[in-house]
């Protein structure tokens, strides 16, 4: 059964169309990734899942409920958490702080919500760094965090932009061995945004590509690196993966 | 908190308790004047400081707060108990109409900003133009006597206002402590630093940002309710003017903004510095209007400068309160 179902979604901005009648769905516990040149309209379809955009025309279902006129902390209270491309950090506060914020949507009491904080942050690989100020972290942390943060809400769907970009191989494979747990273990849904194709291909069982706001193909990992038009538009013919 | 904290908090109230045994009616009401604006200066600071919406009207709320209870004082004999709570009631009502037009409709930064000011100069010139208050004449609430302590009127000798006052800030310390503690204090926080992640956290931003405004502005009408009854005096462009405001911002900014002692290290500071410059000319016999301002200015200007987030964070880490 599918988890999340998005139909013959459209949205324009000023007459630019930035996704235009995309549709796709995540079966339950699936690993799934969005690919696609710069501009594809990938952010585009997240905000619009993630409730930031409300679409110009079709559906977005969420457990077979429609999401789509719903804003950003009822999509999230609904179980979609996100990340963001550009790392929102809440600079001020520690780590640990930032990843409380997160948790107490589900456990309103703050010890509760700090216990369960801290586990996350150990799971990330952020624990030594806890008592910090998330303004000190370097970048590759502070996408850590982002992931810890969207984690600590308890989501059955995880929205993951761009959190390998500016990762090393090594610390891009930690990274996706996270997911891949956190998958296994709590068969948490995730759809991510990427162009590092070494963790698309790792990761994700359902490829979709995105092209001129529209989806051009769509298959296993796989598939989409043979398939013609997405070498066209936007791998390249001497894709290396 | 550690020990050390405790010592010292502890210290400093038995101080604050024990004060007017020893000191004069000059350093009692000085006292008192910082006691007043450290405790505006937190009211502030729990929608500035911890949810990061800058009112820079707040002598609204003090001057509705005064009004209301004072005028309800005057025209009906109504104590300053029952007066409080429609006193806080009003300035609750009016802050939730702030917050609902300005996070309803987007207005946030620099706009908040001028929409709080906006309010507090439109009724200001309003409360010029209502009989019921006085006008610009002004409301004087009768003084039937100043040496039996009365608290339930509140008429009495400075030293029952000094207390009031001390009173009133420990309660609003204790408050604000545990608001930081508490869900409420995370939310707000978050809010602060990025209300968009805030929001993909499932944050109901619009229902906390009025939250803390309307907190802030039913304390802020207490510090109103306290200022009517001491001064018994009121008149519109003295309570309601945007010096006020400043006035009660410029201690948490002095102090830190964000922080809980940020308010009472600002207020404690400015106001020992400025009356004690206004006392050194004095003593000189040099009368110099407006030099007041000019000094707060300057404080100001040094501490933006060499310590932006105020006196507290540096200080604490002196103290050894904090690493």
Request: hydrophobic share 50%; glycine share 12%; net charge neutral.
């Amino acid at each position: 059964m599918s988890l999340l179902e998005v139909r013959g979604v459209s949205k324009s901005f000023r007459g630019l169309k930035a996704v235009s009648d995309a549709s796709f769905s995540l079966p339950e516990g699936s690993i799934n990734a969005l690919i696609g040149p710069n501009g594809a309209g990938k952010t585009t379809i997240f905000n619009v899942v993630a409730g930031v955009y409300a679409p110009d025309a079709g559906e977005v279902l969420f457990g077979g409920r429609a999401i789509h006129g719903l804003r950003p902390h009822q999509v999230c209270a609904a179980g979609i958490g996100r990340t963001f491309q550009i790392v929102k950090p809440f600079s001020g506060l520690s780590v640990l702080d930032n990843v409380v914020v997160g948790a107490l949507l589900r456990s309103k009491d703050v010890p509760a919500a700090k216990g369960y904080a801290a586990e996350i942050i150990e799971k990330l690989g952020l624990g030594a760094k806890r008592d910090l100020p998330a303004s000190s972290l370097t970048l590759p942390d502070r996408k850590r965090l982002e992931v810890a943060r969207a984690l600590a809400t308890r989501p059955r769907l995880l929205l993951l932009d761009e959190v390998m970009a500016g990762l090393r191989p090594t610390e891009c494979d930690q990274m996706v061995e996270v997911f891949r747990e956190i998958n296994r273990a709590q068969g948490l849904t995730i759809l991510l945004i990427e162009h590092v194709m070494r963790a698309v291909m790792a990761l994700a069982q359902h490829v979709g590509v995105l092209h001129h706001g529209e989806v051009i193909a769509r298959g296993t990992p796989a598939e989409v690196v043979r398939d013609p038009a997405v070498l066209e538009s936007y791998l390249g013919e001497d894709v290396e993966v | 908190m550690n020990r050390r904290a405790w010592v010292l908090l502890s210290g400093l109230g038995a101080l604050l308790v024990a004060l007017p045994a020893f000191a004069d009616s000059y350093v009692l009401s000085v006292a008192t004047l910082i006691l007043y604006l450290a405790f505006t200066g937190q009211a502030w600071n729990v929608m500035m400081g911890f949810a990061g919406q800058l009112s820079l009207g707040h002598a609204l709320y003090v001057g509705v707060g005064a009004y209301v209870a004072g005028g309800l004082f005057f025209h009906y004999g109504l104590g300053p108990w029952a007066g409080l709570w429609i006193a806080m009631l009003a300035c609750v009502a009016i802050g939730a109409v702030i917050g609902f037009l300005a996070f309803r409709f987007g207005i946030s930064g620099v706009y908040f900003a001028l929409l709080t000011i906006a309010f507090a100069e439109f009724t200001r010139i309003g409360f010029d133009h209502l009989r019921w208050t006085g006008g610009p004449g002004g409301m004087f609430l009768k003084v039937a006597q100043r040496d039996q302590i009365d608290l339930a009127h509140f008429r009495g000798p400075p030293e029952m206002y000094y207390y009031a006052i001390l009173a009133i800030c420990a309660g609003a310390l204790a408050l604000c402590a545990a608001l930081l503690r508490s869900r409420a204090g995370y939310y707000w926080r978050a809010i602060r630093e990025d209300e968009e992640a805030a929001r993909a956290l499932g944050i109901d931003t619009f229902r906390w940002k009025m939250a803390a405004v309307m907190i802030s502005a039913a304390m802020t009408s207490v510090a109103g309710v306290f200022y009517a009854f001491y001064y018994n005096n009121l008149f519109p462009e003295q309570v309601f003017h945007i010096s006020k405001s400043i006035e009660i911002i410029l201690g948490p900014i002095i102090g830190g903004v964000g922080t809980l002692f940020g308010p009472v290290v600002g207020a404690a500071l400015l106001t020992l510095l400025g009356d004690g410059l206004t006392e050194l000319l004095a003593a000189f016999d040099w009368e110099v209007p407006g030099v007041k301002q000019v000094f707060y200015g300057l404080v100001l200007l040094v501490v933006v400068i060499f310590v932006p987030n105020g006196l507290w964070p540096p200080l604490a880490r002196k103290l050894g309160l904090r690493r």
